[in-house]
């Protein structure tokens, strides 16, 4: 999914926000926005929302020194996440359908996002919405039938938060499945996206060998990506891809990808003919 017009201010109010929290200044976070509209402005064509959000941090990384100013804020939402996990638990265990209510969860905890400005949330209304949602666009079936048949899965994280969710999926897997499943997080800081310690920290170790991208992109562009990751990619039968930023640079490539994803945005919104808000379980 190649960046959207609309995408531009988004980016550019991501970078003044960003720079915010590394400690800039005023006239600082305006060169900052300047530079970011600059960048986006001039963007070559079929360029990815991720690729841009990669840039203009790394720029921003550079004029602070700050290497991951959203450090504190992935605490935070991380403890939240850890916080309902229980509660949240207990209702996919309650389920008759343990495999979907846990990619329901998994899906719910795709609210937890810094990179868009304006989204608030709280760890209650990630419960609140467990209770009442359920994807609007829905490949379960084809999922629950591939994940059978897998013998190898690759699970692409998102945000440091939500991956304490994902643990509820994993769980189903190493449960129910034989296939070897691979976890990967980003290769470093970007905005409030899992890194390795947050994928060990949450436990993940336990139910998956743990990798990364290689990039500090907010998305497993392909094109960037580690050998290592490329490797695991194309071995497996299965990529699991959660949220917007992987959604966004894997649309469209040939593999067996199944998103898990909430359309938090008006251009994913759109883009998948959804109301906003929507949960999304979709192949590729």
Known sequence: MYLQTECKQCLIKQAESTARLSGANDELIAKISKEAASIVETAPPKTTAPELAAIIF????????????????????????????????????????RLRASLVASAVGNIIDFGIPGLSFSPQSIVDEYENLTFEIDDYEELKDELLKAKKILYVADNAGEIVLDRLFLEWMKANLEAEVVFAVRGGPIINDALLKDAMDSGIGELAEIIDTGTAIPGALLKLASKNFMKVYDESDIVISKGQGNYEVLEGENKNIFFILKAKCDVIAKFLSVELGSLILKRN
């Open 58 to 97: 790394d720029k921003i990384r550079k004029y602070t020194g700050v290497l991951d100013p959203y450090l504190e804020i992935k605490g935070k939402s991380f403890e939240g996440a850890l916080s309902i996990y229980p509660e949240i638990a207990k209702k996919v265990e309650a389920s008759k359908d």
